[in-house]
């Protein structure tokens, strides 16, 4: 009987073709979504004189989004782009908890949790303050 074994190189593997995967998949949303902008509005001209400064919580913004995206919108779809290079690290950092779990290295569990807390209280206080 052959026993399947999560190594430190199958985590390697994970999580590069992870990261690989996830930031060319972020780049090409983003293009995208910067097309469809310069169709739609490239030949506007741009007013650099004023620029106003909006807070939303992260579920405004998302909902935005998310409306945004169904009705085509180019920044809509940028936003999108930027959202998924951000979640790939953090994606990352989940991966990485989850190995530690399975090869019951709980000091890196520990670690790893403090940072995806840091992470998440930062958002959660970024965005309200």
Do not use: C
Not at 88 to 97: E, G, K
């Amino acid at each position: 009987m052959r026993e399947n074994r999560f190594t430190d190189k199958t985590l390697q593997t994970i999580i590069g073709t992870l990261l690989r995967y996830g930031v060319w998949l972020a780049l090409s949303i983003g293009a995208i979504g910067g097309a469809v902008y310069l169709v739609k509005h490239g030949r506007e001209p741009m007013h650099y004189a004023s620029f106003t400064e909006t807070d939303k919580s992260i579920g405004q913004l998302l909902k935005e989004m998310i409306a945004g995206i169904e009705s085509h919108s180019g920044t809509s779809i940028i936003f999108l782009g930027i959202i998924l290079l951000f979640l790939t690290p953090a994606l990352r950092l989940v991966f990485s908890f989850i190995a530690f779990l399975i090869e019951k290295d709980y000091l890196y569990v520990l670690v790893t949790f403090i940072v995806m807390a840091i992470i998440g209280v930062s958002i959660s206080l970024g965005y309200h303050h």
